[in-house]
Antibody
Framework: DVRLVESGGGLVQPGGSLRLSCAASGFDFNGYTLAWVRQAPGKGLEWVSSISSSSSFIYYADSLKGRFTVSRDNAESSVYLQLSSLRVEDTAVYFC???????????WGQGTLVTVSS | QSALAQPASVSGSPGQSVTISCTGSSRDVGGYDYVSWYQKHPGKAPQLIIF???NRPSGVSPRFSGSKSGNTASLTISGLQPEDEADYYC??????????FGGGTKLTVL
């Protein structure tokens, strides 16, 4: 079975940084684009970033304005999201998701909570 | 990129049908047949229920169906059941090679 497990969330002060990880198993990790999607408390889902299988194509939501960086390690079957210059409004559950060839997110992790607060 | 427009809430009685709309633009919903729908229960991961506008993943009930007309996609849930009570989100691939989600719709089964 496809499994995606996020980690690395926690409490961080405004202006701080955090690195999220997503460990994948149960499928050929090298063959898929992975994405990060977040959900702020009481709000809807928001696509954050996607990274292609070989890291050749990387996209970010315009709203992030260069504060987040996505990367992956195919040898470790993991994808990462580096969060920098964090703001209170970045408080959210961050989900890792697999994008399949039908351009849909067919598998999701359970999410990791990031809380930005002083 | 603004979120796709969804009604904040819809409701229906068991056995009835409800339809949730998802309105975007020619740069996303109207431009490609890459619209998906997700069901999300509080505290749980989203679950894909419709992809490619009309397709159901294996294991998803045929009570869920999708369609699209112009810049608006729709999700119809027929034969409502209590377990259908959840939040529903659409998403669409965009002309910028990015993704945009809808604001979400809370379905209440009366």
């Amino acid at each position: 079975d496809v499994r995606l497990v996020e980690s690395g969330g926690g409490l961080v002060q405004p202006g701080g940084s955090l690195r999220l990880s997503c460990a994948a198993s149960g499928f050929d990790f090298n063959g898929y684009t992975l994405a990060w999607v977040r959900q702020a408390p009481g709000k809807g889902l928001e696509w954050v970033s996607s990274i292609s299988s070989s890291s050749s194509f990387i996209y970010y939501a315009d709203s992030l304005k260069g504060r987040f960086t996505v990367s992956r390690d195919n040898a470790e079957s993991s994808v990462y999201l580096q969060l920098s210059s964090l703001r209170v409004e970045d408080t959210a559950v961050y989900f890792c998701a697999r994008e399949n060839w039908d351009l849909t997110f067919d598998s999701w992790g359970q999410g990791t909570l990031v809380t930005v607060s002083s | 990129q603004s979120a796709l427009a969804q009604p904040a809430s819809v409701s229906g009685s068991p056995g009835q049908s409800v339809t949730i709309s998802c309105t975007g633009s020619s740069r996303d919903v109207g431009g490609y047949d890459y619209v998906s729908w997700y069901q999300k229960h509080p505290g749980k991961a989203p679950q894909l229920i419709i992809f490619g506008v009309t397709n159901r993943p294996s294991g998803v009930s045929p009570r869920f169906s999708g369609s699209k007309s112009g810049n608006t996609a729709s999700l119809t849930i027929s034969g409502l059941q209590p377990e259908d009570e959840a939040d529903y989100y659409c998403d669409a691939y965009t002309s910028s090679s990015t993704w945009v989600f809808g604001g979400g719709t809370k379905l209440t089964v009366l």
